[in-house]
């Protein structure tokens, strides 16, 4: 196995930090560092009438992000490659810092060898 | 249920297309085009000794591409929102395109509304 693939939902969140790309750019740039990932490069976009995308290229791979306000609601992706990056304490950052009350995560394994 | 979110693993690949940035871009690119997707803004980064990652923001959430040239295998996701976008074309385009022997896809749901 390559990649461990942690698909994140964010329910309920505060409305407000869903809404606003500098708000959203923080909280994502803050988990990236909380995880311990490395920052190589990241982009942000703030959609009309509402919502963000952005994305953070790590060392070992990405964090994504798209909100949707009207449903107080965040996908969050963090896909990583080594063992050195603590997903858990991300995603325990991200939810007090959306202010989720209902957090979902599915773990994928990313490239497995077939087993013929 | 707000986005639908595919997870692509391209096997046996071709391998000196997936070690040069300018390639993958270039195909990812292509691949944004013929999905019909809208694009919003793209990183490419290359690693040493080896591999790529790729982000591309869409106007409807995102594609992103992350290669192992050592085992001729690269991760693709595309994520989108909306009903628009021919996602079957990409995948089979991308394929092609990285001379892939394998292709696995799994399609994930995001944003699911609670039954209760």
Redesign the interface.
Known sequence: M??H?W?I?L?DCQVDLLSEVAEVARIMEDAVAISGATK??S?F?Q?NPYGV???I?I?E??F?I?T?PE?A?A?V?I?T?GESIDTAKAVTFLQAAFGAS?VQT?L?E??VR?SS
Do not use: N
């Open positions: 390559l990649g693939h698909l939902e329910k190589v490069e982009r976009h959609f995308s952005g994305v290229i060392m791979s990405h994504t798209h949707w449903h609601y996908a992706d896909f490659c209902t599915q994928f990313r490239g077939p």
